[in-house]
């Protein structure tokens, strides 16, 4: 069964503007992860928040975790072209990442 | 930094011929994962391997599915008899150095695209 679900399935924003995108889960889970994903390439880890944290901060990156609620955010701000990639929530499972199926994120300069 | 390193980068089958894909993962890792990704689609997990065991395989990871460390750095997957569903992407990762533990958090390696005609 899929474990992370993320939305929207794809986001256009520009350069400059916010991006946030929702991840939600099913299971109880150890922590949460966020990878980007640039076109035909492997995944690259991008923030760790853990099941008993609420809020986390890496340069433009925040990432919220609910687990009342079984949901994360990933918000990127400021965005650059550069940032154009497909993001991806994945839950530590029992020592597995489970990732759900990607939000796609274009910033148009 | 410390990489995974996958061959090859992409490789065409004829349905029902053997393919095996390698990984060099990050050295001295005693666990590696690989993952798949069929196009546009969510990132699935297929088999974990931990010192030279199978430790947890999925649904998808049938019996025409293996893995091996033929030697001591590298790890292949090998598909027995492909069909056109195998075609995908397909990532190893290895677990990142510098988190504390209990966080599985993966190096991935660029991926091999697998073609199924």
């Known amino acids: 069964s899929q474990q992370g679900e993320e939305d929207p399935q794809a986001l256009s924003i520009q350069e400059g503007e916010n991006a946030t995108m929702n991840c939600s889960y099913k299971?109880?889970?150890?922590?949460l992860q966020w990878y980007r994903q640039n076109s035909g390439r492997g995944l690259v880890h991008l923030i760790l928040?853990?099941?008993?944290?609420r809020e986390k901060h890496s340069g433009r990156l925040r990432v919220t975790l609910d687990t009342s609620k079984k949901s994360s955010s990933l918000l990127i701000t400021a965005s650059r072209a550069a940032d154009t990639a497909s993001y991806f929530c994945?839950?530590?499972?029992?020592?597995?990442?489970?990732f759900g199926a990607g939000t796609q994120v274009v910033v148009t300069p | 930094e410390p990489e995974v390193t996958q061959t090859p980068s992409h490789q065409v089958t004829q349905m029902g011929q053997e393919v095996i894909l390698r990984c060099v993962p990050i050295?001295?890792?005693?666990?590696f994962y690989w993952y798949r990704q069929i196009l546009g689609q969510k990132v699935e997990f297929l088999v974990s391997f931990y010192n030279n065991e199978i430790s947890e395989k999925s649904e998808i990871f049938d019996d025409q599915f293996s893995v091996e460390r033929p030697d001591g750095s590298n790890f292949t997957l090998k598909i027995r008899s492909t069909k056109l569903e195998d075609s995908a992407m397909y990532f190893c990762?290895?677990?990142?150095?510098?988190?504390?533990?209990?966080?599985?958090?993966?190096?991935f390696g660029a991926g091999s695209r697998l073609t199924v005609l």
């Open positions: 050295s001295n890792h005693l666990y």
């Open positions: 994945a839950t530590d499972v029992i020592g597995k990442l489970q």
């Open positions: 990762a290895s677990p990142t150095r510098g988190f504390r533990s209990g966080a599985n958090v993966l190096t």
């Open positions: 928040i853990r099941s008993n944290e």
């Open positions: 299971t109880s889970i150890n922590n």
